[in-house]
Structures are given as structure tokens and as C-alpha cells.
């Protein structure tokens, strides 16, 4: 898959996802005090198990926290947790998480070269696009058409949404709520354990 035609899919994929509402961080942060334990008072979470929430896009944040509290997408340690929380809710949630910068790590130096070029290339002779193509050669992401930040976010916790992409692919309990598109899916079903691992190292040290 090219390009081209990755980030058609991928737009199409998040084409229905917009804001019903507009956001404001100063209620998020009020809003957002439970989710400190694990998330970090500023979406900072020390956990490597726990995604760095800090920075990333509203869009993103407003369909992942939704597809949580519709069962869309599979979080037992959050079940329950976004049951009294409205649209608004999520909005000014996801407005809080976005005005905050998402701190930096480091890569494993044994893993840098192959991350690197998984990330910044792909691999071609098994149509696996650069991850870059959609999420920035910063790991910055594109906010506006949904496709979330990498920059800084914990190997251990992109590795296991990787591996759980590609469960879903093969059939198997995971995570499926990329759309109808099946990028995510499509993509990480062609990575093999190693790759997965370099190239979830090289996006935590990866520096906008």
C-alpha cells in the first residue's frame, strides 16, 4: 500500500470521527482528576504500561475515550470509568490532555537503526508504509484528520497496541477499532515481534 493511498484510507477511517463539541481545558482538568493515577496529573503517566496522554490531538483523544466508553475499544482496566461522562465531557477532557506537552524518552541504541527505518521507510518488499506517512517524521501526528501523536509515548505501551492490532487481524481477541479501513490492522499483522519492538523504542525517544 502506498502512501497515497494509506492516508485515503486512514482519512476516510476517521471522516465521521469530528467533535460534536468543542472542548475546554480549564473543565477538563477538572474532569480529569481521577485519571491522574494512571495517566499523570499533566497526561504524563510514569507507567510504561499507561499512554502518555499529554499533547495528543483532541480528535483522537475524543474517538479513543469514546470507543472506550461504547465497548468499541477494549479496556478492562477502564470499565466503568466514562460511564457518567457526556460528550461535553470527553471534549473538555480531550481539550485538557492536548494543551499539555508530552515529555520525551529515550530509545534503546541497539534498536535505534532498525526502528528507525521501519518508522522513517517502512518495509517494502511486504507493502509495510512508513509510519511516518501518517503520524509525521516528528511523531508529531495530524490532529486535524485524527491520527494520534507518537513522540515520546512509552515502547512498552505502542508495542502492546501493536500486537493487539494485529490479533484483531488475525482473528483473534485485540484491538479493532481503526475502522472500516483496517489500517492499523493491516499494517501490524506484516510486523513481526522484532520489528514491533524497534520500532515502538525508536517512538519513545522520538522528539517533536
Known amino acids: 500500500m502506498n502512501k497515497t ?13 469530528a467533535m460534536a463539541a468543542e472542548g475546554n481545558p480549564r473543565a477538563g482538568k477538572m ?19 499507561f499512554p502518555k496522554l499529554a499533547g495528543q490531538g483532541e480528535r483522537y483523544l475524543v474517538k479513543q475515550i469514546s ?25 473538555n477532557v480531550a481539550a485538557f490532555y492536548a494543551s499539555k506537552t508530552a515529555s520525551t524518552g529515550q530509545a534503546d541504541p541497539a534498536l535505534v537503526e532498525k526502528g528507525a527505518a521501519i518508522y522513517r521507510g ?4 511486504r507493502n509495510i508504509p512508513a509510519c511516518a506517512a501518517c503520524h509525521s517524521p516528528t511523531g508529531s501526528g495530524m490532529a486535524a484528520a485524527g491520527f494520534p501523536a507518537l513522540s515520546g509515548q512509552h515502547a512498552d505501551y505502542t508495542a502492546a497496541q501493536l500486537k493487539a492490532f494485529r490479533a484483531a487481524a488475525d482473528g483473534r481477541e485485540g ?6 479501513a483496517m489500517v492499523m490492522r493491516t499494517i501490524a499483522f506484516k510486523l513481526s515481534d522484532s520489528e514491533i519492538e524497534a520500532v515502538s523504542s525508536f517512538i519513545q525517544g522520538l522528539h517533536k
Open 122 to 125: 517502512g518495509i517494502a518488499d
Open 175 to 180: 484491538r479493532s477499532n481503526d475502522g472500516d
Open 5 to 17: 493511498v494509506l492516508v485515503m484510507f486512514a482519512s476516510l477511517m476517521f471522516a465521521g470521527a
Open 67 to 91: 470507543d472506550i466508553k461504547s465497548g468499541a475499544r477494549a479496556v478492562p482496566m477502564m470499565a466503568g470509568q466514562l460511564d457518567n461522562f457526556s460528550e461535553q465531557d470527553i471534549a
Open 31 to 49: 474532569k480529569a482528576t481521577a485519571c491522574a493515577a494512571c495517566h499523570g496529573a499533566d497526561g504524563n503517566s510514569a507507567a510504561p504500561s
